[in-house]
């Protein structure tokens, strides 16, 4: 009885989120999204591309009421993907989701054949990263008295982490006879290592003699991992405090420290082991924003003389 009830139960809150009232193609809809869901989840794919491609699909599902999704053809797709470029204002990141959202369904969960949609996929806009210079980093920290905020913004900078790599570090992730840091699970599932700064190993210990945490290395309210945004406001206050006006959040603070390594001669292939990265091409995005070359190239206006 308890079962039949729980399943009732979802069926109603997969009802709501697909919002038809068909009931009969409610049915159909229903179960595709539900056999969706469980074969993301069954992929071991992260609660973040869970939610994002169950969205997608969920817009889907709704511009075709009245289809059973099975039979939804390749023309149809074609047409609601190129009325969604035409008349919504989607990133090219969106796009590209909304289409893998899509091939995820008929190519994994209705195990048809690869497809091809003759629709050329967005390009995405080549933006620099933001970075703050040495001495703008030095300003930002020495702004922070709290000295579990100074570490957090610390740990972002001494080994170029993630904001969710920082939150979700045990104590036992540091090692200090070995001088470093692991990061398990990190993006793509992958766990790696990076170097423990003297300096963070300083900080880290007199930020454990005032706080005592139990499990997280940083840890909010009850013992709970300390969030993401929290620490996103930590450093907002910190730029303000310190006077530095360029736009960049934590991530602004890995930016740095990749570009900073680049400057002082660290090796691309360094880098990217240390950043995490699967491609050196992602890396090389560094060698566009710093100075190493530029510096070294004098602009002519400096030679008329004026």
């Known amino acids: 009885m308890y079962v039949l009830h729980a399943f009732r139960k979802q069926k109603v809150f997969f009802q709501t989120k697909l919002n038809t009232k068909n009931t009969t193609v409610s049915h159909w809809h229903t179960l595709a999204l539900k056999t969706y869901e469980d074969l993301l989840t069954l992929k071991n794919y992260s609660p973040r591309t869970i939610k994002t491609y169950t969205n997608w699909f969920v817009l889907f599902l709704r511009a075709f009421p009245d289809h059973k999704p099975s039979t939804i053809t390749k023309q149809e797709i074609l047409s609601f993907l190129l009325e969604r470029r035409n008349n919504q204002s989607l990133s090219a990141t969106s796009q590209n989701q909304l289409i893998n959202a899509i091939k995820f369904f008929f190519e994994n969960v209705l195990k048809r054949p690869k497809e091809l949609y003759e629709l050329p996929r967005a390009q995405k806009p080549f933006h620099l990263p ?19 905020h100074k570490s957090m913004l610390c740990l972002a900078y001494a080994g170029g982490l993630r904001v969710s790599e920082i939150t979700n570090l045990r104590l036992s992730d ?6 470093v840091i692991t990061l398990r699970a990190a993006k793509g599932k992958k766990d790696r290592q990076v170097m423990l700064s003297e300096t963070l190993l300083a900080f880290l210990r007199e930020y454990y ?6 499990q997280w290395l940083f840890e909010g309210t009850g013992g709970k991992q300390y969030s993401t945004r ?3 406001k930590v450093l907002e206050r910190a730029k303000q405090k310190a006077g530095v006006k360029k736009n960049g959040a934590i991530h602004a603070l890995r930016h740095s420290f990749a ?3 680049y400057e002082g001669g660290t090796d691309l292939l360094a880098i990217k082991e240390l950043l995490g990265h699967n491609s050196l091409r992602t890396t090389t995005i560094y060698t566009h924003v710093s100075t190493k070359h530029i510096s070294k190239v004098q602009s002519p206006l400096d030679k008329l003389g004026i």
């Open 130 to 148: 933001t970075v703050f210079a040495e001495n703008e980093v030095k300003n930002i920290l020495l702004a922070v008295e709290n000295i579990k």
């Open 174 to 179: 540091i090692d200090s006879q070995r001088m």
């Open 209 to 214: 003699k005032q706080y005592t945490p139990k």
């Open 230 to 232: 929290s620490i996103q």
């Open 259 to 261: 570009t900073h390594l």
